[in-house]
C-alpha cells in the first residue's frame, strides 16, 4: 500500500563498524530529518577540520567501480553507500541526515540487516507532509555489453526484476522478482550478503579495493565452492544480494519510484546509468503526491499529480 505521508526516524541509531574496500574505521549516526529534507550525508572527520553535507541523489554520484560513491573526490565522499540506502529505502524511510566520520559506510555483515535492525530499535514516524514519488512514465534503457537496466511504468508501486548469469557454475543463472514493500525487503533481501571469488583478491588489494572483506562480511568463493563455512543464507543469495544493490541505487532517486525496474547482468553502473537516462527526459517522469485525505469515503490510492519539481526537487 502507498504511504500517504513522509516519514524519518523517531530517534537517532549509532552504528561502528570498518569499510569493507578502504578497511578504515567508521561510526555512523542515522538522525531524525524534517520533511522534505530526504537522505543527507553529513561527513565529518575531514583533513580540514570542516563539515560537508552530500545529497543522497543520482546526481551527486562520482563513481560505481564495485561500490556507489557520491560526492567530489578533491572536497568529500562517502563510498559503499548502497547498503544502507537500500534498508532507509526497503523499509519507506524518506528523510534521514546519516553523519559519518570515515570515507565509507561499514560493510557490517556484508548485507543490510544491521541498518535493518538499527532502524527498528529507534522506530519511523510519520510526518505532517505528503510524500512524493518518482512515477516513471516511459520506458527508459541502458545497456553496458551483455548488461542493461531499465525503468518501466507501472501503475502502482515498485517492482524489480534482477537476473545475473555468470560462467562459474557455483553461482550460474538467476533471478528474483519482487514487489518492494517492508515485509519483503526483510524477508527476502536485506541479509543478503555480497560475495566475490578469490581470485579477484590480489588484483582488487593492487587497485585499492576490498582491504576490509573477509568471511566475516563477504561470500567468499573459488571456481566451484563455497569457502563460508555457515554457507548461504538463501539458496539464490547472490541475486537477492544483487537485488538488495538495486534497491539502494535506484533509492538516489530521491523519492520512491512507480514503476517496473529490470536488469541483466547489471550492477551500479547500470543501476545509476538508468536513473540518470531517466531524468534526463522530462517526458520519462513526473514527481507525484500521494493524496492526504480519503475521498469517497475510502482510501484512494491513486496518486495526485503535483507540480514539475524536476529531477533534483528535495
Known sequence: MISAKQTTLRACATLSGAGVHSNAPVQVVLHPADADSGIVFLRT?????????????WSEVSMTELCTVIGDASDATVATIEHLLAALAGLGVDNALVEIDGP????????????????DQVGIVQL?????YVKVLKTVRVEHGRAFSELRPAEQGFRLEVEIDFSQDIIGRQKKVID?????????????????????????????????????NSVAL???????????????????????????????????IIGAYRSYCGGH????????????????????????????????????????YGPDFN
Not at 572527520?45 to 541523489?57: F, K
Not at 565509507?104 to 532502524?119: R, T
Not at 505532517?128 to 512524493?132: A, D, I, T, V
Open 45 to 57: 572527520g575531514l583533513a580540514d577540520g570542516r563539515d560537508r553535507t552530500i545529497r543522497a541523489n
Open 104 to 119: 565509507e559506510v561499514p560493510i557490517m555483515d556484508g548485507s543490510a540487516a544491521h541498518f535493518v535492525e538499527a532502524i
Open 128 to 132: 505532517n507532509r505528503p510524500r512524493r
Open 180 to 216: 518492494l514493500d517492508p515485509k519483503t525487503f526483510r524477508r527476502e533481501i536485506c541479509r543478503a550478503r555480497t560475495f566475490g571469488f578469490v581470485h579477484d583478491v590480489e588484483r582488487l588489494w593492487k587497485a585499492g579495493f576490498a582491504l576490509g572483506a573477509s568471511l566475516e
Open 222 to 256: 573459488d571456481e566451484s565452492r563455497i569457502l563460508n563455512p555457515e554457507g548461504l543464507r538463501y539458496a539464490d543469495e547472490f541475486v537477492r544480494h544483487k537485488t538488495l544493490d538495486a534497491v539502494g541505487d535506484l533509492a538516489l532517486a530521491g523519492a520512491p
Open 269 to 308: 553502473r547500470t543501476n545509476v546509468s538508468v536513473l540518470k537516462a531517466l531524468f534526463s527526459d522530462p517526458e520519462a517522469y513526473s514527481i507525484v503526491e500521494a493524496p492526504s485525505r480519503r475521498l469517497g469515503g475510502r482510501s484512494d490510492l491513486s496518486l495526485a499529480a503535483a507540480a514539475a
